[in-house]
């Protein structure tokens, strides 16, 4: 490509000084040496990359990948490829070092150079293990699942995950919906939810709450929520306002409304252990007692910060 690559310069000039200074000093153990170097510093750049927030490697690749877009889930598979190659590339560099100071010639030239490429046929070949007889199969499992939207804060839609793959993912963000129902007192109905939810067991959540089904609209999803969880046909709603949570289970971008209603309700006993009104005083002289979800209580703070509450 006629163009001049400074990683290759680098390397041909530590084996001009290493190697001159070996021949200086009749010691090849800074010849040696040479390989755990270039690795430490593919271990500082994988490091980065797993252990921090900074994509490093895809910064640096910028320059040869043009306008390539990368979705969440790819840079998340890159990020777990970069912990793999740490781990691999750390142990290498120790062998490395152990064998230049206390192993023959014959065994460092080993350890140095084919024990690599052998080390890496492991990592490929076992994760194509991994892929076709572990994941593979658990994907196929979940073709029966709710799929959602992953998205960006604005709401473009970036691809799409089984509801499954995005509790316990806070970088992938998707879409749910949340609905506040007021009473004609200005009460706010919560719901405990069931001690069987794998998220907040036994917590006083939000009225009704749920995810946006990959191919639903808005109204559709909060119609269908609503109907599942409190057992009424949708009223007149009202938008409050659109939202990122982030914690470190999920990443939810929420479309929040409310709406009056007397009841009565029909409650999900498989979702909800029960539900009532609360007076708005009540709630929010038990906010940050550990009864309501971290939802709720931001929830709480968007219905002040538009005047739906005082």
């Given at each position: 490509?006629?163009?001049?690559?400074?990683?290759?310069?680098?390397?041909?000039?530590?084996?001009?000084?290493?190697?001159?200074?070996?021949?200086?000093?009749?010691?090849?153990?800074?010849?040696?040496?040479?390989?755990?170097?270039?690795?430490?510093?593919?271990?500082?750049?994988?490091?980065?990359?797993?252990?921090?927030?900074?994509?490093?490697?895809?910064?640096?690749?910028?320059?040869?990948?043009?306008?390539?877009?990368?979705?969440?889930?790819?840079?998340?598979?890159?990020?777990?490829?970069?912990?793999?190659?740490?781990?691999?590339?750390?142990?290498?560099?120790?062998?490395?070092?152990?064998?230049?100071?206390?192993?023959?010639?014959?065994?460092?030239?080993?350890?140095?150079?084919?024990?690599?490429?052998?080390?890496?046929?492991?990592?490929?070949?076992?994760?194509?293990?991994?892929?076709?007889?572990?994941?593979?199969?658990?994907?196929?499992?979940?073709?029966?699942?709710?799929?959602?939207?992953?998205?960006?804060?604005?709401?473009?839609?970036?691809?799409?995950?089984?509801?499954?793959?995005?509790?316990?993912?806070?970088?992938?963000?998707?879409?749910?919906?949340?609905?506040?129902?007021?009473?004609?007192?200005?009460?706010?109905?919560?719901?405990?939810?069931?001690q069987k939810k794998g998220e907040f067991p036994g917590l006083w959540d939000t009225a009704v709450g749920g995810h946006i089904i990959s191919g639903?609209?808005?109204?559709?999803?909060?119609?269908?929520?609503?109907?599942?969880?409190?057992?009424?046909?949708?009223?007149?709603?009202?938008?409050?306002?659109?939202?990122?949570?982030?914690?470190?289970?999920?990443?939810?971008?929420?479309?929040?409304?409310?709406?009056?209603?007397?009841?009565?309700?029909?409650?999900?006993?498989?979702?909800?252990?029960?539900?009532?009104?609360?007076?708005?005083?009540?709630?929010?002289?038990?906010?940050?007692?550990g009864i309501f979800t971290p939802n709720l209580e931001q929830d709480i703070t968007i219905l002040q910060k538009f005047k739906i509450i005082s």
């Open positions: 490509q006629r163009r001049f690559d400074k990683m290759l310069a680098f390397d041909t000039a530590l084996i001009v000084l290493l190697g001159g200074i070996s021949i200086g000093f009749q010691n090849d153990l800074f010849f040696k040496l040479k390989p755990a170097l270039i690795e430490s510093i593919m271990l500082v750049l994988f490091g980065i990359h797993a252990f921090s927030q900074k994509p490093i490697l895809l910064m640096m690749g910028k320059r040869y990948m043009g306008d390539i877009k990368f979705y969440p889930e790819q840079i998340l598979m890159m990020k777990r490829m970069s912990l793999l190659l740490f781990i691999v590339i750390f142990i290498h560099t120790g062998l490395i070092v152990y064998s230049a100071f206390f192993l023959s010639k014959e065994m460092w030239a080993f350890i140095s150079g084919g024990l690599f490429y052998i080390l890496f046929a492991f990592v490929f070949v076992g994760q194509w293990i991994y892929i076709k007889f572990i994941k593979r199969p658990l994907l196929s499992s979940s073709t029966e699942e709710e799929w959602v939207d992953i998205v960006q804060e604005d709401g473009k839609i970036i691809g799409k995950a089984p509801r499954s793959q995005v509790h316990g993912n806070p970088e992938l963000l998707h879409p749910v919906v949340f609905l506040h129902i007021f009473n004609t007192k200005g009460e706010l109905f919560l719901q405990k939810r069931s639903e609209t808005l109204k559709q999803a909060i119609t269908r929520e609503t109907k599942e969880e409190i057992g009424i046909d949708l009223g007149n709603i009202h938008p409050i306002a659109k939202y990122a949570i982030r914690n470190d289970w999920e990443s939810e971008l929420v479309h929040t409304f409310y709406m009056q209603y007397d009841g009565p309700f029909t409650l999900d006993k498989e979702e909800i252990e029960s539900a009532r009104f609360w007076s708005v005083f009540e709630i929010k002289k038990l906010i940050g007692s």
